[in-house]
C-alpha cells in the first residue's frame, strides 16, 4: 500500500488538461485495463482520482485472491484542500463522491484507501470502533462508528464509520469521510464519477489537484506528500512544509509536475487547459 501512494499520484489533470479540449468522462475512464494502460504501460508517470486507482488497487488486491469489497465514501469539506479558500463555507459531509476498498483478513474487515491523498490512511486499518494508526507521523487517523450531522434519524441502521485525522495530540480531530459496508457496483461509481468530474458546483472540475506520498530511503514508513493544489506546490516532511513553490503560468506548472511528480502532459493535452477556469493566467 505504501509503495503504491508513494509511485501512483492522485491526480485529476484529465479534467483540466483534456487532449479533446472539451472534457467528456466516459465508462473506459474507470475500464480496469485502461486505467493500467495509463498508469503502468505508458510510463508518463499518471495517476487518476480516486475511483480510477482505487479500483486499480482493488482490481489487483482481487487477482492475488485477496476478499475485497469496494464502496462509496461521504468526503467531509473539512479536510480538503478547498478547505483553505474562501469557497469554505464549514465541515459538512459531501453526498457520495469517494471510493474506498474493504479488505477481509481472518474475518477481520480493514479500511485500504490509496485515493485520499495525504488525508486519508497510510496503513490498512481494522473495522473496530476507536482504531487508530499513524497517518503520515504526528498526524494520527481514527475510525469512529454512528450517526453523521446529516442524518435526520440516529437509527443504528443509518450508522457509518467515519473517518477522522489530526496532526497532533493536542489538535481536535478533523472529521476526513464516512463510508459504508454496503458493496458499491461498477454501475454506481460511474454515476459518481461523472458527477465529481463535470458539476461545476464540484472544486475538483474547476481546481488542479496532485497529490503523491514520500516514502523514507528505506522505503519502509511514508514520512511526506508532495501536493499541487491549483498553482500552489508543496512538499511537508512530517507535517512541516520544507518547500513551497508558486507557478506563475502554465509553463512553469507544466515543468513543476514532470519535475517533482514525473508527470508528462503532451502539447496537445498542454494545450487542452486554454481558457479554462482552471488555466493559470
Request: one cysteine or more; charged letters at 20%.
Amino acid at each position: 500500500m505504501r509503495h503504491h501512494l508513494a509511485s501512483i499520484p492522485y491526480e485529476n489533470l484529465a479534467i483540466h488538461y483534456s487532449s479533446s479540449r472539451e472534457f467528456v468522462p466516459s465508462i473506459s475512464m474507470l475500464d480496469m485495463q485502461e486505467i493500467y494502460s495509463l498508469i503502468v504501460e505508458r510510463g508518463t508517470g499518471r495517476g487518476g482520482m480516486c475511483m480510477q486507482i482505487n479500483g486499480l488497487f482493488g482490481t489487483v488486491l482481487r487477482s492475488l485472491g485477496f476478499e475485497i469489497m469496494s464502496t462509496a465514501a461521504r468526503i467531509n469539506t473539512a479536510c480538503q484542500d478547498v478547505a483553505r479558500t474562501a469557497e469554505y463555507e464549514g465541515p459538512t459531509y459531501n453526498g457520495w463522491n469517494h471510493m474506498v476498498n474493504l479488505v477481509t483478513l481472518s474475518s477481520q474487515r480493514y479500511l485500504v484507501d490509496v485515493g485520499m491523498g495525504a488525508k486519508g490512511p497510510m496503513v490498512p486499518i481494522p473495522l473496530i470502533p476507536g482504531a487508530s494508526v499513524f497517518s503520515i507521523s504526528p498526524r494520527t487517523a481514527r475510525l469512529l462508528h454512528g450517526c453523521i450531522p446529516e442524518h435526520t434519524s440516529s437509527a443504528t441502521s443509518n450508522a457509518l464509520w467515519r473517518l477522522e485525522v489530526r496532526n497532533h495530540e493536542v489538535d481536535e480531530w478533523t472529521p476526513a469521510y464516512a463510508f459504508s459496508e454496503i458493496e458499491f457496483l461498477p454501475v454506481d461509481f460511474e454515476v459518481m464519477n461523472w458527477y465529481t468530474s463535470t458539476n461545476p458546483q464540484n472544486w475538483l472540475a474547476r481546481k488542479v489537484l496532485v497529490g503523491k506520498m514520500i516514502l523514507d530511503e528505506k522505503g519502509n514508513e511514508i514520512v511526506g506528500d508532495l501536493t499541487l493544489f491549483e498553482k500552489t506546490f508543496r512538499r511537508r516532511i512530517h507535517g512541516q512544509v520544507d518547500l513551497e513553490v508558486q507557478c506563475v503560468n502554465e509553463g512553469e506548472r507544466v515543468k513543476l509536475l514532470k519535475k517533482y511528480f514525473g508527470i508528462k502532459l503532451t502539447v496537445s493535452e498542454q494545450e487542452g487547459i486554454k481558457e479554462k477556469v482552471s488555466e493559470i493566467s
